[in-house]
């Protein structure tokens, strides 16, 4: 890297996984950025503050992964009203000497919709409680559903997406695993993988003949729940495009041009992800 170089990297624990750095890299060499670096970096929630205090001025954004979204508000100098609202920031880009929160998952679940032609669903029901969820709801009240079903295991355990909801002007009816209804427009798994595999068949089954399932898991694909729903000839959207579209504005706003290569970097997350699934 040069002395003019830019940083960047994602944070989190474990961290080895993750796409990100194919992603970003593939926006950088396409983009002529060839000082550019990205990164994964292993950092729990107690290292947060002293890495984020220690990104000097090479540095131009940061990826997050959850506990850390959370635990990054506090040490921002500003934060995106989204960011705010859905109580996590993905993104932190240095700029000026200030430290900004953006929320890109948002962003990259609705343009997934869009992509899947599913820009607007007239309902929906939301599998899950946590972040995502959160994010999935946001999402939908950009698409314009004021109305919403959360289906938890536990619904004590629902009170941060509520509140989000609340904040947002969601409407959101709750319901347990053992009691919902599947007939709508779009139905969102947020699960983790595994978890919504004793639900596949019968949301499946329950999903209306020109209903769609967004699954937000991307590996190992497809899930039974996606495969059950493809199965029936269900519109179905993989977590991949989600990851793509959220990384693609962090590059936007980490280097400040809009002339990000979506479809370099889809190419590449596609490959490293049949790789790994080869491997």
């Not at 959101?172 to 139905?187: E, K, N």
């Not at 983790?192 to 399932?213: I, T």
Request: hydrophobic residues 50%; charged residues 20%.
């Amino acid at each position: 890297m040069t002395a003019t170089g830019r940083r960047a990297a994602v944070l989190g624990s474990p961290i080895a996984h993750s796409l990100s750095p194919v992603l970003h890299r593939a926006a950088y060499a396409a983009m002529g950025l060839a000082d550019w670096r990205y990164d994964a970096i292993e950092c729990a929630e107690d290292g947060l503050a002293d890495l984020v205090g220690g990104c000097g001025p090479q540095w131009a954004g940061l990826s997050l992964t959850m506990p850390l979204k959370r635990a990054v508000l506090p040490l921002l100098d500003t934060v995106s009203d989204l960011a705010v609202a859905v109580g996590g920031a993905n993104t932190v880009v240095f700029r000026d000497g200030a430290r900004h929160g953006e929320n890109t998952d948002v962003y990259g679940i609705v343009q997934a919709l869009a992509e899947a032609g599913v820009p607007a669903p007239a309902s929906a029901v939301v599998l899950g409680g946590g972040a995502t969820a959160a994010s999935a709801v946001a999402a939908l009240r950009e698409t314009g559903l004021a109305e919403v079903t959360l289906v938890v295991r536990d619904p004590v355990r629902a009170g941060e997406t509520l509140r989000v909801a609340e904040h947002l002007g969601t409407t959101v009816t709750v319901r347990s695993f053992g009691d919902f209804d599947p007939a709508a427009d779009l139905v969102v798994s947020t699960l983790p993988s595994g978890a919504a595999d004793a639900l596949a068949e019968r949301v499946a089954a329950g999903l209306p003949e020109k209903a769609a399932l967004f699954d937000v898991v991307y590996a190992p694909w497809p899930t039974p729940l996606a495969a059950a729903a493809g199965a029936r000839g269900r519109t179905v959207i993989g977590g991949f495009p989600m990851l793509l579209h959220q990384a693609a504005r962090q590059v936007e706003l980490m280097t400040g041009r809009a002339d990000v290569p979506v479809e370099a970097m889809r190419s590449a997350g596609e490959a490293e992800i049949a790789r790994r699934a080869a491997g």
